[in-house]
């Protein structure tokens, strides 16, 4: 299974501990150096997604100033797909790396040293 950009960010957001929604918008756009600015109707979304595929779970709910917060956790079965996703990522980030570095022209140098 490969996680959409929504899922990966907000995995990898839990990933660092119980979450409320308010925090997971703030923290993925803080940790993608904004580049995932998830509007609150996609970031439900997801989570509902991510719930019923036991890659999260609710963990509880608390009201603030008259609203009610509801916390995230990741299960292992998140943690196992986040790592998964993860070196996927880095295996195709090795490859593009080492794609360029073959495709940059080196520099010509003469034969000894004299151009």
Do not use: C
């Not at 109707?41 to 609203?67: C, F």
């Amino acid at each position: 299974m490969s996680l959409s950009s929504s899922a990966f960010w907000i995995l990898t957001s839990l990933a660092n501990g119980r979450r409320h929604g308010y925090q997971i918008l703030r923290e993925t756009a803080l940790l993608s150096d904004g580049a995932a600015r998830l509007k609150p109707t996609t970031l439900y979304a997801t989570l509902e997604r991510l719930e019923s595929k036991d890659l999260i779970r609710s963990d509880g709910q608390e009201v603030v100033d008259g609203r009610a917060r509801r916390y995230y956790r990741i299960t292992e079965t998140g943690i196992d797909l986040l790592t998964a996703e993860t070196r996927a990522l880095e295996r195709s980030v090795r490859a593009a790396r080492a794609g360029l570095s073959a495709a940059r022209p080196r520099p010509h140098t003469a034969r000894w040293g004299v151009a």
